[in-house]
């Protein structure tokens, strides 16, 4: 199983930046799908989680309301919009995929998540 992100880069205090995460190697559609981020000297913090169906989401207290996860089946994909970016949001983002499939409401502890993608980088400038 591969889990392969992209969408990072720099962007400005109030900016917009879109997560792309995409698997193969298993039945997408079967899996939630979690983001998570560790800024430098942090531990790995949960971002958001939608469920395998899409029903179900859930954020971080930190980015509610300016961060909206979403997935698309068909093409095997998770999305992480994010908007009014502040400083605090730089970090390098991981993309996750749940351990159990068909689990009907999304896990916030990484400890639920078996596969990981590599990263990408997202730098928000004051």
């Known amino acids: 199983v591969q889990l392969q992100a992209s969408g990072g880069g720099l962007v400005q205090a109030g900016g917009s930046l879109r997560l792309s995460c995409t698997t193969s190697?298993?039945?997408?559609?079967?899996?939630?799908m979690g983001w998570f981020r560790q800024a430098p000297a942090k531990e790995r913090e949960f971002v958001a989680a939608i469920s395998y169906s899409g029903s179900d989401t859930n954020y971080a207290d930190s980015v509610k309301g300016r961060f909206t996860i979403s997935r698309d089946n068909v093409k095997n994909t998770v999305y992480l919009q994010m908007s009014n970016l502040k400083p605090e949001d730089t970090a390098v983002y991981y993309c996750?995929?749940?351990?159990?499939?068909?689990?009907?409401?999304?896990?916030?502890?990484?400890?639920?998540?078996?596969?990981w993608g590599q990263g990408t980088l997202v730098t928000v400038s004051s």
């Open positions: 996750a995929g749940d351990r159990l499939a068909y689990r009907p409401i999304v896990k916030q502890h990484f400890s639920h998540y078996g596969v």
């Open positions: 190697g298993r039945t997408f559609g079967n899996y939630a």
